[in-house]
């Protein structure tokens, strides 16, 4: 089961927990109203697994890939992870589901601040569109996941300040009707 906490304030390696303290831990609920669903599933049968086609098939996840993100297996890892750890949104929802390994989403509640989402093998999220938040790997540095995507995969990435674009607006107004 998901675990997610609100994260204290330390600039130290952002592979670890941080945990806020007191801690804070944060439901499903609570990310819910964020826009984040989660579901928990059976990552060893991923390729023929019937509930995940349901969830493909109901929220029309067409297109999918699998991604392993560790040093001996992705080129630039530096860089892939120090832009992964920029705060940005995307236009579209972002869909991962962990088949191995670990690592983190940190994404912004109502009043701005970082919410730290633990994933591991099993777990699968979406991100709505518009949402800002960032992706680390754990102290374990190693991640095997699926990206899933409606249509065509979009990977544009865009940094903070993104307020401009439509799916931002779109995501507030969500925000705002679920207050």
């Given amino acids: 089961m998901v675990q997610a906490w609100y994260m204290d304030k330390s600039a130290d390696d952002p592979r670890r927990p941080h945990r806020g303290e007191p801690a804070l831990p944060v439901g499903l609920e609570q990310l819910r109203g964020l826009g984040v669903l989660y579901w928990e599933l059976d990552a060893d ?98 991640v095997k996941a699926m990206r899933l995507f409606v249509g065509d995969p979009v990977w544009t990435a865009y940094n903070r300040p993104a307020d401009h674009f439509e799916a931002r607006g779109q995501y507030l107004e969500f925000l705002a009707q679920t207050a």
Wanted: glycine content about 4%; overall charge negative.
């Fill in 45 to 142: 049968k991923y390729e023929n697994d019937p509930e995940l086609e349901k969830i493909r098939k109901e929220r029309n996840y067409s297109w999918m890939d699998v991604i392993t993100i560790c040093k001996d297996k992705l080129p630039n890892y530096e860089e892939k992870i120090k832009m992964l750890y920029e705060e940005h949104l995307h236009l579209d929802d972002e869909i991962r589901y962990i088949l191995d390994g670990s690592g983190y989403f940190d994404v912004r509640d109502k009043e701005d601040k970082w919410i730290r989402i633990f994933m591991e093998k099993g777990d699968m999220i979406t991100l709505p569109a518009g949402i800002y938040h960032r992706f680390t790997l754990d102290e374990k540095n190693y």
